[in-house]
């Protein structure tokens, strides 16, 4: 990054951010642990995120997620993301997106990254991160996988090259040709895995379900589906039910933004006219003010902070731009 009259501007595309990231996951938790410990610490500013809605689409958006994170290097950006669910009959990817990084000193951006790897990286990370911090550990006897995209792949990255010990896999998705296409990838890399015809049948008796879906509200009502042995990454947000969210631990990345847009959880509190369900955040976990309760089944809600973003995508640039893989435009800004 350059200050004075020829601020430099680059750009990375998706091979290098991909290529970045497979041989990083590891640092990338430790990114994302690093910035939820900032943002609890208050060296961020997270405002809300904002939604993009379309009357005439109303299963698409895209969201606005600003912020700044102050760790050491000052930097403040912006991740833009789009989700249109009828891209997948185009032949498209669901999610697209870029992020854009600022400049403290100058206001200028000086850098725009391919998002939709970040995006599922840091959401990734910081699902693992919970995960141990909830489970006790990093051994699953049979994780469930609800949602056979590319999010729940970005997961399954993560947990087997972060040090998991997984025993198997169990894939539900609606459509059972993407969940059999999973399965037959995980078989490829050597893992166990197996479909199951029900969401309900994926769940039963594994010891960390993923929910990694684009269901616009709860469809898992009862309780009596999830057990204390259990650990729940509900990434998706809006799979569980009251009476789901009511009976377990709950643990979000931060307790204003999860409880809004007609999350679970935000459904509960409108519900109960009480946020006493909620536990803490991972932040909390982190510091040791909450502690995992083997009493019940834990679920962790994450809405998805921009500061992470942010981490992952300054680390990125800087490596990119070290291997020369970042690609400068010259000429971009207007002339003092």
């Known amino acids: ?100 990084l600022n400049d403290m000193a100058t206001g200028f951006p000086y850098a725009c990254l391919e998002g939709s790897h970040i995006s599922a990286a840091r959401t990734a990370a910081s699902a693992v991160l919970a995960a141990e911090l909830l489970h006790g550990g990093k051994r699953a006897r049979t994780v469930a996988i609800v949602g056979a995209g590319p999010i729940a792949a970005t997961h399954v990255d993560y947990l087997l090259e972060t040090g998991w010990d997984v025993g198997g896999f169990r894939l539900a998705d609606l459509v059972a040709e993407r969940a059999e296409a999973f399965r037959d990838r995980l078989r490829a890399r050597g893992q166990q895995a197996e479909t199951a015809a029900t969401v309900e049948q994926a769940v039963r008796g594994a010891d960390l379900v993923l929910f990694a879906t684009t269901a616009p509200r709860p469809y898992l009502d009862d309780p009596a589906l999830f057990t204390a042995e259990q650990t729940v990454l509900h990434v998706s947000l809006r799979d569980l039910g009251v009476p789901v969210i009511l009976s377990g631990q709950n643990v979000v990345d931060d307790v204003e933004h999860c409880l809004k847009a007609q999350t679970s959880v935000h459904l509960a509190e409108q519900q109960t006219g009480g946020r006493g369900f909620i536990a803490g955040t991972i932040a909390d976990l982190l510091t040791g003010r909450v502690r995992p309760d083997a009493g019940r089944v834990r679920l962790f809600s994450p809405f998805g902070l921009g500061v992470l973003d942010l981490a992952v995508a300054r680390f990125i640039h800087s490596r990119a731009v070290d291997e020369g893989r970042g690609i400068a435009i010259p000429g971009f800004f207007a002339a003092p």
């Open 1 to 100: 990054m350059m200050s004075g009259p020829e601020q430099r501007f680059d750009v990375v595309g998706a091979d290098a951010i991909a290529d970045i990231l497979a041989s990083s996951r590891a640092e990338v938790v430790s990114l994302v642990r690093e910035a939820y410990l900032a943002h609890h610490a208050g060296r961020t500013i997270n405002p809300d995120s904002y939604f993009l809605r379309f009357p005439d689409r109303p299963s698409a958006r895209i969201i606005a997620l600003p912020a700044r994170l102050q760790d050491g290097q000052d930097v403040a950006g912006i991740k833009w993301i789009s989700s249109f669910p009828e891209n997948h009959g185009r032949g498209l990817a669901r999610a697209s997106a870029v992020v854009v």
